[in-house]
Nanobody, 114 residues
Framework: QVQLVESGGGLVQPGGSLRLSCAAS????????MAWYRRAPGKERELVAF??????DYSEAVKGRFTISRNKAQTTLYLQMNSLKPEDTAVYYC?????????WGQGTQVTVSS
């Protein structure tokens, strides 16, 4: 059974906005979504933003443009992306934890192009 599911990706023009969602399985308890990563063409996967307890931080590339948040039940992680640039084009992945294990979603494509 899929444990994390990303959604909200798509094609957007430069300067536009998207909001990504990462939903933990409702049938498997104990999964905490906590971070967004991305992999752009020709580049390694990089951390975009994380939310661990009250600690929130962003990569320098997205700071001031992206906002990470979670719902009250801590079952859904969001990434609000504003002022998108072509270099933001990538597959975006959600990472969560269940106990000591890392849990990864399958990713959602974000393409920023005119």
């Amino acid at each position: 059974q899929v444990q994390l599911v990303e959604s909200g990706g798509g094609l957007v023009q430069p300067g536009g906005s998207l909001r990504l969602s990462c939903a933990a399985s409702t049938s498997i308890f104990g999964i905490l979504p906590m971070a967004w990563y991305r992999r752009a063409p020709g580049k390694e996967r990089e951390l975009v933003a994380f939310m661990i307890g009250s600690n929130i931080d962003y990569s320098e590339a997205v700071k001031g443009r992206f906002t990470i948040s979670r719902n009250k039940a801590q079952t859904t992680l969001y990434l609000q992306m504003n002022s998108l640039k072509p270099e933001d084009t990538a597959v975006y992945y959600c990472k969560g934890r269940r106990g000591s294990a890392d849990i990864w979603g399958q990713g959602t494509q974000v393409t920023v192009s005119s």
